[in-house]
């Protein structure tokens, strides 16, 4: 079977780097840890994105949510081999592409977890007061989960989940999750959510 097999996704700050730790708690790889992105002061958990990956990914240009396309990028063979040879060498099961919902061309999984957050309240604890107006955040938002919506859900199996209703009903939404990917509920599975 082709690697990774499942791609978790979302708008930055959106919970990408939890939703990605879930699904590898369930005994899908991320890789080797020694190659996954470090814990800071901003995401002291892990941000749970395979560095290698993530370079082939963003070789055609650095995520930049100011500047999400209108449609997906097409498929490119170079990089959708260089991808699948990486994540069959170090065996990545689960990867975390925020820019799938313009990418996911160039992967083979055909599923995928997304997260949604408010838009609201990203842009008051993430955006306000970088040069970003809340309108223009609010747009930029709603284009990148617009593109998902109308290209990714075409195409590819995709669960669709709100990170606030991992606050309202935790046991509920990972439930989802592993019904989704086909995996048994653990109470284990219920630490890892640990909101910032």
Partial sequence: M???DVITAGFANSGTSFLTELVASMGF???????????DGHNRYGYWEHLPMRAVEWQRGRFD????PSVPYPSHDR???DIAELARTDNIEVY?????PWTYRWFSAGRAVLIR?????????YYEGVGWSLNGFRA???????LAAKHLDAEWDVLWLEYESFADNLTASITAVCEFLGRPFTQSLLHIW???
Avoid: N, V
């Avoid at 790889?29 to 814990?39: A, Y």
């Avoid at 975390?96 to 799938?100: D, E, I, N, P, R």
């Avoid at 930029?140 to 617009?146: I, M, N, R, T």
């Fill in 96 to 100: 975390k592409a925020t820019t799938l």
């Fill in 194 to 196: 640990r909101p910032r």
């Fill in 117 to 125: 957050r408010s838009a609201d309240t990203l842009y008051e604890r």
């Fill in 79 to 81: 990089i959708s081999r």
């Fill in 140 to 146: 930029a938002h709603a284009k990148y989960y617009d």
């Fill in 65 to 68: 949510e100011r500047k999400i």
């Fill in 29 to 39: 790889s991320p890789g080797s840890s020694r190659l996954l992105k470090m814990g």
């Fill in 2 to 4: 082709p690697l990774p």
